[in-house]
């Protein structure tokens, strides 16, 4: 029997999803991500209104964003566009990701498939989590889900336990 992961509904195996809430029910591996303890994660939350809005000053455009995942060292330089999704691949399901971060531990350090977006409004550059099971943390703060926080040159990501610098150049 499968047990539904969110109602605990008993189901025949082979059910794709749950008939009382309508889940999709894990069949076998590790489709999804796994929520981590919360030990294992930073416990603060950013605060939204904090962002330093107020600053005075023009930028220039930063000319290129690149990513440098802290654990492995790899750097990916990210092509132009007004959104970037950060996640891992699922081609079953649809999912490509702009930053495909399976390859860097993303399914064992609690990355979801869809995690975060990076969009750039005018010369900035913002963060935002798109309700991932782990959190995304901005310089050790949690940042508040479906919230755009604003990125700035050195700040350190991580999505679940993974961790990522960005560098605006």
Same mark, same amino acid.
């Given at each position: 029997?499968?047990?539904?992961?969110?109602?605990?509904?008993?189901?025949?195996?082979?059910?794709?999803?749950?008939?009382?809430?309508?889940?999709? #029910?894990?069949?076998?591996?590790?489709?999804?991500?796994?929520?981590?303890? $919360? $030990?294992?994660?930073?416990?603060?939350?950013?605060?939204?209104?904090?962002?330093? $809005?107020?600053?005075?000053?023009?930028?220039?455009?930063?000319?290129?964003?690149?990513?440098?995942?802290?654990?492995?060292?790899?750097?990916?330089?990210l092509p132009a566009a007004p959104e970037l999704y950060l996640g891992r691949l699922d081609?079953?399901?649809?999912?490509?990701?702009?930053?495909?971060?399976?390859?860097?531990?993303?399914?064992?350090?609690?990355?979801?498939?869809?995690?975060?977006?990076?969009?750039?409004?005018?010369?900035?550059?913002?963060?935002?989590?798109?309700?991932?099971?782990?959190?995304?943390? #901005?310089?050790?703060?949690? #940042?508040?889900?479906?919230?755009?926080?604003? #990125?700035?040159?050195?700040?350190?990501?991580?999505?679940?336990?993974?961790?990522?610098?960005?560098?605006?150049?």
């Amino acid at each position: 029997m499968i047990t539904c992961p969110s109602c605990g509904r008993q189901h025949r195996p082979g059910t794709l999803f749950c008939s009382e809430c309508g889940v999709y #029910l894990p069949t076998g591996g590790p489709l999804r991500t796994e929520p981590l303890p $919360e $030990e294992e994660l930073p416990a603060s939350r950013a605060n939204p209104w904090a962002t330093g $809005e107020g600053e005075v000053g023009v930028e220039a455009p930063p000319k290129t964003l690149r990513i440098i995942m802290l654990d492995s060292g790899r750097q990916v330089q990210l092509p132009a566009a007004p959104e970037l999704y950060l996640g891992r691949l699922d081609a079953a399901h649809g999912i490509f990701p702009d930053l495909d971060l399976t390859a860097d531990g993303g399914l064992e350090g609690g990355v979801s498939r869809r995690h975060a977006k990076i969009h750039q409004q005018g010369n900035r550059f913002f963060i935002e989590d798109v309700g991932s099971a782990n959190g995304t943390f #901005l310089n050790g703060q949690r #940042l508040t889900p479906y919230l755009p926080h604003p #990125l700035h040159d050195g700040d350190e990501l991580q999505l679940g336990k993974l961790r990522l610098k960005v560098i605006l150049e």
